[in-house]
């Protein structure tokens, strides 16, 4: 640590005061049993010792392999990919489908069902649904439709793209009532080419998509987070000590996607800022011609930025701050940020989608004749632990994309 330390451009991230953090100087350690060769460790390690001794991998990178690395012949999957081979299934994401099922899922349905009618009952009906997890939603949609408006279900054509393979084989199972009208696809929904659609639908997706970390400090200057390693000394295999460093100054991009968000950035907080959400809202939007898109995720709008206390989950949903996050098994951990919706939102209609954005549990589903639980007793658990979050709108939104109608 002393060795980091003495580097001048680098600051050491200093553990917040908070509750839970009360004097364990190891906490910015991870933990030691995943220290082994193949581990996801091992992996984000070696990428860092690649750019040289003080070596800063950037951020979005090291949540990019702890979520997604693939698992390969003696190395460790990420977080997704490493789910099914740890378990034979998907562990529950806890998602609002998941435990809202059949209900979330037919809600859903009824408002494709309408999109359908408004678009005069196109035939094929294409649907794309982006990062389903273990299919539960899309299921629940498909078994609806069947059941209540056979005749959209017969021009339906539903495809689902996922970037890891063990979430689509469990999608693959869930689905095989209707294979013959559902194709799998194992792409990257903010990278690769996207199939045409009349809908494109995702729960929870952009959340998982790696961000940018960035604090903006007293003076307003800022900076971006990385990770850095130390090797142990003395350890074979050898044994890594990981830590957020601050590098001073950002791109023109983050600069440029601040400016977008169009509100006070909050100063000496790390800050989450998931450029990838904004340009796979433009891709989408710009594939359309004429069509709807669903974005259901969590996260704010206003004048709220997220506090970091509430930016890292682990599975099940359970938040956590920064200082626990790396001390949390890295890539055996869900790693999710709250969605700025008012940058999708400006995004989405830069590219021509007129857009509506709603509170999903009361107003999205409202007319839709089916009621889940409400989201008020979670957001004022959340308003409790968070006072600052009441400064503008948290909780599960939906924005609703209309291009070219
Ligand atoms: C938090 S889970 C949500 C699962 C499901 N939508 C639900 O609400 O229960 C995120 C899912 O998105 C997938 N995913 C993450 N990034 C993706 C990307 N860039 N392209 C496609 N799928 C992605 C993950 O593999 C996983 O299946």
Known sequence: MTRINRLTNIRKWAIADGPGSSGDKHRNQLPLHRERPGSIEHQIAAQI???GRNGILPFPRAMEIALFAPVSHGQEGGYYPQQAVEDGC????????????????????????????????????????????TGT???DIMDYLQQEHPSLYSAVELTLIDRSLAPLD????????????????????????LPEAHIFLSNENPDTFPVHLIEQDADGSFGEYGIKATEREKCFPPMFEFELALVPGVSQEIRDHIKLAGKPFPRQRQMPINLIA????????????????FVLDYGFTGTAYPNEDLIW??????????????????GHRDITTYVDFDTLRIAGEAHGASTELLDYEEEFFRGTGITLPSQQEVCAQLAEKQSRFSAGKIGHLALVQAIGI
């Open 49 to 51: 010792l690649r750019k």
């Open 90 to 133: 998907l562990k529950h994401f806890g998602t609002r489908p998941e435990l809202h099922s059949p209900d979330f899922g037919q809600g859903v349905a009824v408002k494709i069902q309408s999109c359908f009618e408004k678009l005069g009952r196109p035939s094929p009906f294409k649907i794309v649904i982006m990062g389903d997890g």
């Open 137 to 139: 939603l899309a299921k």
């Open 170 to 193: 469990v999608q693959r199972e869930k689905l095989k009532e209707h294979h013959s009208k559902t194709t799998f696809l194992y792409q990257n929904a903010y990278q690769d080419h």
């Open 278 to 293: 904004t340009q796979w809202i433009k891709r989408i939007t710009r594939s359309m011609k004429r069509g709807y898109h």
């Open 313 to 330: 989950n682990t599975s099940p949903y359970q938040p956590t701050n920064m200082s626990a996050f790396l001390t949390l098994e890295f």
